[in-house]
């Protein structure tokens, strides 16, 4: 069972920065498409962005494109997502997930492995 575990979520203002870690436990994290989603409170979980075992591709949801950035870290094991210019609406449950089959971005109905969610709130 491949653990996939977050870090870098907490409080911060209105247009400040967080950067979100994913680290996995397993060595056939350099051949998965990786991605994060988040939940907010009542709402459903949605994709946020995703990146392809290389890293050459990436996407965004149009909600986050252009302040957020999904990177990797192959030889560390780790994915990352940079998150700029938050707002308030942007707080949320982050999860990182994993898609071992994909060749490119995550397919989000085929997700195999889910991290347990990092915290982020963004106050106004």
């Known amino acids: ?4 575990v977050e870090s870098g ?7 400040g920065s967080l950067r979100l870690s ?10 998965y498409a990786m991605g994060w989603f988040r939940q907010a ?24 494109r252009g302040r957020f950035t ?7 094991n780790t994915v990352y997502l940079q998150m700029n210019s938050l707002r308030p609406e942007d707080t949320a449950v982050y999860y990182c997930a994993a898609d071992r089959i ?3 971005s995550v397919r989000v ?7 347990q969610g990092t915290q982020v709130t963004v106050s106004s």
């Open 70 to 76: 999904i990177s990797r870290d192959n030889a560390k």
């Open 22 to 31: 994913c680290a996995a436990s397993d060595r056939a994290f350099s051949s």
């Open 9 to 15: 979520g907490g409080l911060v203002q209105a247009g």
């Open 102 to 104: 994909s060749s490119s």
């Open 41 to 64: 409170p009542g709402q459903k979980r949605e994709f946020v962005a995703g990146i392809s075992w290389s890293g050459d591709l990436t996407n965004y949801a149009d909600s986050v």
């Open 1 to 4: 069972q491949v653990q996939l």
């Open 109 to 115: 109905g085929a997700i195999d492995y889910w991290g």
